[in-house]
């Protein structure tokens, strides 16, 4: 039976990806289609099933990506569809959101729908920034005002003299860059110049960024720091409080830009650590593995394994694949037979090691000439049948070299990497904007892994300032093979090691 179609009104809540209410955590995991504004925080959208339609709103300002009465369009047709939409939106949907008119339009078009409440910025972005929006000594009631930066929208019909006048705490959205105006307004209509004012930026995020001062110097310090929407203001005596309550952004690592390198479902302790710890965490995917074209060759290989003298291995990966295949075919790993095995590189090895099989020969550098000139060393190649186990399309040099000294080769591939390019947190755009304070590595396979996607020296070329945070020597081995040092390596080498090591750092 197909469902009946309905739209859900949901508030994302202001950002910290933790504040999004149980019902709309259950909401998410339920929908169809997701439909998102700009200041939703994309971490959420991973709480949807991986076929859900995830749709973006746009709608930062002049952004606007699809217009309102076609979005209100795009609801109520899918609604109709019989699917079940959660149209997402930043903080609380009544909240200077637009929602009420989305809901008007549904109830309009006979779709059926309901609201979720959200934690709407103009209370929690101040809780962030250490400021109550009451306190019984210094405002004991709240005025939320729009500040009206959008352009699309008509002229505002607030009467700024009532404002001035109402007592208690002002909070301003979409103010920004009016800041100038709204100050002179309310200093005009019989406020202190010397009312304190802050300012805060992508709060409840790792983001968050604030300013302070008083509504006659307020503008100057915006112009000063450069301040940009996504803010709000705060007016009033509560912001006193700051130097008391600002506990978030007294967070050890608040301010800090982090990448975490493992994969999605890897990454989520050390992402949790650092986000406790008040960083920006931008959680990078890498590269995806998937099976070779052609996966033939690999299973004629496979039968005749005790016809090799030497197996090599270029990669973590290309062991880690190998061994998929191998332990599909065969469930005793002495199937291997006696043949010798060489691994490139010390993340190679060590993933060998952890199969408990010896690695006979390790070249000290990913250079076909090293790796001949290793095998040299080690015994003549005349006749002897060598199989290399890597990716597909990789470097022909090494076979080659091999072939010139009478080594009769089989290169074969037991994975493609494909580049990962799903980015729908927005963590690498993010990255790729504004680079970061750190990247974490928590095993060699994810130094590789990473080089993979963005060629890490050209990285540190591009943002000098970026360090690197490894787990323990066998990941900083990885970097040094690449010509680069990690600025902390943890001593003991566990998530927790590495987060305190990088903590250390900061301090
Ligand atoms: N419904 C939303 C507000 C939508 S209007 C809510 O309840 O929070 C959009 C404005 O909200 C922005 O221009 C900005 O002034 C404010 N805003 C939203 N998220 C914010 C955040 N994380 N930090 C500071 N201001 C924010």
């Not at 709309?24 to 076929?51: F, H, I, M, S």
């Not at 217009?67 to 899918?78: S, T």
């Not at 608040?254 to 390198?261: K, L």
């Not at 323990?472 to 010509?483: M, R």
């Amino acid at each position: 039976m197909k469902s009946k179609g309905i739209v859900y009104l949901v508030g994302a809540g202001p950002g910290d990806a933790g504040l999004l209410t149980v019902r709309g955590a259950e909401l998410l995991a339920r929908a169809d289609v997701v439909v998102y504004d700009a200041l939703v925080n994309k971490e959420l959208l991973r709480r949807t099933n991986p076929g859900t339609e995830l749709i973006y709103a746009g709608k930062r300002s002049s952004d606007h990506v699809i217009p309102q009465d076609k979005l209100n369009e795009l609801l109520v047709a899918k609604a109709k569809e019989g699917k079940v939409v959660v149209r997402l939106k930043g903080g609380d949907p009544y909240v200077f959101g637009r929602g009420g008119e989305e809901a008007e339009q549904l109830f309009a078009a006979k779709v059926a729908f309901e609201v979720v409440p959200g934690i709407s910025s103009s209370i929690a972005a101040l809780t962030y920034a250490g400021i109550p929006i009451t306190h019984r000594d210094h405002g004991s009631s709240f005025t939320v005002i729009t500040g009206h930066e959008d352009p699309d929208k008509d002229e505002p019909n607030i009467d700024w003299a009532e404002v001035a006048k109402a007592p208690g705490t002002k909070v301003v959205l979409m103010g920004v860059t009016r800041t100038k105006e709204i100050a002179d307004t309310l200093m005009k209509h019989g406020m202190a110049p010397k009312t304190p004012v802050a300012m805060v930026r992508w709060g409840t995020t790792g983001r968050q960024e604030s300013i302070e001062g008083t509504l006659d110097t307020i503008a100057a310090v915006v112009e000063k720091t450069g301040f940009k929407p996504p803010a709000l203001t705060v007016i009033g005596d509560v912001v006193k409080l700051r130097g008391k309550l600002n506990w978030f952004e007294k967070r050890p690592l608040f301010g800090q830009r982090i990448v975490v390198t493992r994969t999605r479902d890897q990454a989520s302790k050390l992402s949790q650590e650092l986000l406790e710890r008040g960083a920006e965490v931008l959680e990078i995917p890498t590269i995806k593995l998937v099976p070779p074209t052609d996966a033939q060759d690999l299973a004629d290989a496979m039968l005749e394994l005790n016809s090799y003298d030497w197996i090599i291995f270029t990669s973590p990966n290309g062991v880690k694949t190998f061994f998929q295949y191998f332990f599909k075919a065969f469930d005793d790993l002495r199937d291997i037979g006696g043949v010798r095995i060489a691994a490139v590189g010390p993340a190679t090895a060590l993933k060998l090691k952890e199969l408990h099989l010896r690695v006979d020969l390790m070249p000290d550098e990913y250079v076909a000439a090293q790796i001949v000139k290793a095998f040299e060393k080690f015994e003549s190649l005349d006749n002897l049948r060598i199989l290399i186990l890597r990716a597909e399309v990789a470097n022909e040099e090494l076979p080659k070299e091999l072939e010139a000294l009478g080594a009769i080769v089989d290169d074969i591939a037991c994975y493609k990497t494909v580049p990962e390019t799903d980015d729908i947190t927005g963590a690498v755009e993010r990255f790729n904007e504004a680079g970061a304070d750190w990247i974490t590595f928590t095993s060699a396979s994810t130094v590789d892994n990473f080089h993979a996607r963005f060629d890490l020296p050209q990285l540190l070329k591009k943002y000098p300032d970026l360090k690197l945070a490894s787990i323990g020597p066998e990941t900083s081995k990885a970097l040094v093979w690449l010509g680069l040092k990690p600025s902390v390596e943890a001593k003991e080498h566990t998530i927790d090691g590495l987060v305190r090591a990088v903590e250390n750092a900061v301090k």
